[in-house]
């Protein structure tokens, strides 16, 4: 097993986060970046029912923010959902209970560490969610993080990867900072260097995708070309030239996600006629991106894609 190098360090939350909460203890926070697959192929479907895979995952400079406060009501997680995202496309809101991966993450941490404390936590959602940018991931690895810090546990990076590992196969990836290469479920994180935090587009088309049924569409779509193997995008990253990254970017599940989700390829049709950039699907989507030469070129094609009604189109950068 890989266990990442880096992770970052909870700061004291701002006081006017602190006064969102009356509890006495001080809160702690954490930025929760998403991530975009620069290269993913998936290898085969194991007995477990998961994919084997090889992904070049990096972090955006598009984040959620996680708050947590310590509180003495036992075992419980009391989760509080704000932020442009606080709803699914559909209009659901983000779920505060088990079925979101912060509390889940939370009950995890507390069997491996053997402890019964609470958290109150904060989560302004600022990413979309089903789209393929491991908000949910990233929001449960903080909270990992936060919780190891405040209820003073002290645990050593291999436990909080396996906690991690077992929450969700993006949450690992989160556990450190830049861009890596995924393997295995994507549990199995391996830094990779890449040369200059490039600037990007995401647009993210008003439907949403769920994971499980983008895998399990890949059964029966493939979509065109051999296996791919990483070197050239590895090579490519390393290299720091943002059309040479470009066109190594790849995505097995992109031809399964169109085949679910028909308003996906129109939305795709509509990115290939703006603005001469490459677009490729993020994870199992439904969230697209390109890399771009500047930081103005990125805004430029942010602005005129909200012009032509994609709600969410943002220019940021890789890292
Ligand atoms: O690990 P996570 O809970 O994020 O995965 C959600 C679903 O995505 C899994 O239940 C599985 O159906 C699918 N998946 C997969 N292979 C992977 C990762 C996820 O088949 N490597």
Known sequence: MTVP??????LPAPAAADSIDRSAEPGWTLPAPAKLNLFLEVRHRREDGFHELETVMAPVRVADR?????????PETELRVVGPFAKTPDGTPIPTDDHNLVCRALEKLRQMAGVDQGARVLLEKRVPSEAGMGGGSSDATAAILLANHAWELGL????????????????????????????GRGEQVEPLTMRSSHPCVIVK???GLSTKAVFDALAEDRGPGPMRTLSDMVAAAA???????????????????????????DAAARLATAGGLEWMLTGSGSAMFALAPSDRAARTAAQRLRQRGFDWAVATRLG
């Open 5 to 10: 190098p880096r992770r970052p360090t909870p």
């Open 66 to 74: 996680v708050t947590l406060w310590r509180t003495d009501r036992g």
């Open 156 to 183: 050593p990076d291999r436990d909080l990867h396996e906690v991690a590992a077992s929450v969700g196969s993006d949450v690992p990836f989160f556990l450190q900072t830049g861009t890596a290469v995924c393997r």
């Open 205 to 207: 088309p008003t439907i």
């Open 239 to 265: 290299g720091g030239d943002w059309r040479a990254i470009a066109r190594q970017q790849f995505n097995r599940l992109e031809n399964a996600a169109m085949r679910l989700a028909g308003g996906l390829r």
